[in-house]
């Protein structure tokens, strides 16, 4: 059917037909179809809009309190020092050394930061890939009055009701000295900034942010064969099993459910997801505060080891390195493999040789000869040892090796010829 077909059967009402000819305008069409939308508007503006749906108090816990912006609904639970997430208290975030998380995080600036005026942070969307049109409707917050964790939950009961929310998240930013989230930077944080502008209202300046998620790769990467996700590190690393958890792919529909029904208990196990969320990342902020607890595995001790080395302190690297080998026993080469890593940066030649020789006879792995390799050459002045590690193959590449090998056998032979006793003439 052509465009002027479809034209022609265009309708202002419902029984009116408009006539488009061959003949007509271009003019008069547009302006005949402005008239239909205009009377769609019209038609839609007299209608009264529907109520968003109640909040259960009962089924859903949140008190609604009047504020100048609007009512917000406000969830509010008070935590003890000794809560625990699995088997770590959430305490340790209370006393954790801020110097040792802007290590981790790789950000000097949060150094400076009061960990005991942070705010935690974790939003539920509706939708996991960001844009305009995604709103943050629970949005779970926490921060500490004196040692008890002070939980708060604020809920969007319906769209276009974010303003009290926005409002109450400015006032808790502004009083934070450091925001901490999990994966934050690269999803909350940009979705709230949206959500600020599309409700025109200045978009708050943010402190320090301490991104969990960047932490734990680098400090649990190696042994997250599930990835890093919260869930995952709560099970693996801080010994908590979530029970009848909300997947997060399931966050939107179970929101979109309550909105067209209002049925509040839809959103219960997700209001139970967002706290579990934000009461983990305290536990963790603790484990990552004072990192030589025994509450870490040793290839996670690694992990602090590596990311304090790449920082450049090397003094702590090794002390976390140290504690990991100790820890660690036979199970694993990663801590002495991270050790014995940093002993060499350290100029300790005498500690890298031992552990690497130690790596040696555990792992068949020619990169760790050829660490060997260069010790012995550069180090302990010893080219005839160097050069049998070379002979039983290294990492390097074939022209490297005998570059090495051809260099060594120069040295052994140079040796050789400096002791020999000089021929009379």
């Known amino acids: 059917m052509s465009l002027q077909s479809k034209l022609s059967r265009l309708t202002v009402g419902p029984s009116r037909i408009v006539p488009v000819t061959p003949d007509a305008s271009r003019a008069e069409v547009l302006t005949d179809l402005r008239a239909r939308i205009q009377a769609a508007l019209e038609r839609g503006a007299r209608r009264a809009p529907a109520s968003p749906p109640p909040v259960d108090t009962v089924d859903l816990p949140f008190a609604s309190q009047a504020t100048a912006s609007g009512v917000l609904h406000v969830r509010m639970q008070r935590l003890s ?29 949060l150094a400076a930061c009061d960990p005991r005026r942070a705010l935690y942070l974790d939003t539920e969307t509706t939708g996991l890939s960001g844009g305009a049109g995604t709103v943050a409707f629970l949005v779970g917050i926490a921060w500490w009055e004196n040692r008890t964790l002070v939980l708060e939950q604020l809920l969007v009961r319906a769209l276009g009701e974010e303003g009290p929310m926005l409002e109450r998240l400015r006032e808790r930013i502004a009083a934070a000295s450091m925001l901490v989230t999990f994966n934050g930077k690269s999803f909350d944080m940009p979705l709230l900034r949206t959500r600020f502008v599309m409700a025109r209202m200045p978009v708050p300046s943010m402190p320090p942010h301490l991104d969990l998620l960047h932490v734990a790769r680098r400090v649990h990467g190696k042994r997250m064969t ?5 869930v995952a590190i709560e099970r693996e690393v801080l010994g908590f099993e979530r029970q009848d958890d909300v997947a997060s792919g399931d966050v939107s529909a179970c929101y979109l459910h309550f909105l067209r029904t209002g ?5 219960l196990g997700v209001v139970e997801h967002n706290a579990w969320d934000v009461v983990a990342m305290a536990a963790l902020v603790g484990l990552y505060g004072e990192p030589l607890s025994d509450r870490l595995a040793p290839d996670d001790l690694a992990g602090i080891a590596r990311t304090m080395h790449r920082a450049g302190d090397l003094d702590r690297a090794f002390v976390a390195a140290d504690a990991a080998v100790e820890r660690g026993g036979t199970r694993t080469t990663l801590p002495l493999r991270t050790r014995a890593r940093i002993a060499k ?35 302990v002045k010893a080219p005839a040892r160097a050069l049998e590690w070379v002979a039983r193959g290294t990492s390097e590449g074939a022209a490297s090796s005998k570059r090495r090998s051809d260099r060594l056998e120069r040295k052994i032979d140079g040796a050789w010829r400096a002791v020999q006793p000089k021929k009379g003439r």
């Open 81 to 109: 020092a000794a809560h625990r997430t699995g088997w770590v208290p959430v305490a340790g975030a209370f006393d954790a050394h801020p110097d040792l998380l802007a290590l981790l995080a790789l950000d000097p600036g």
């Open 226 to 230: 599930a990835g890093c996700r919260l």
């Open 263 to 267: 049925e509040a208990g839809a959103l």
């Open 345 to 379: 940066a350290r100029g300790d030649r005498s500690g890298a040789l031992a552990d690497y020789e130690s790596l040696a006879a555990a792992d068949d792995d020619p990169a760790v000869r050829l660490e060997l390799a260069k010790l012995y050459e550069h180090w």
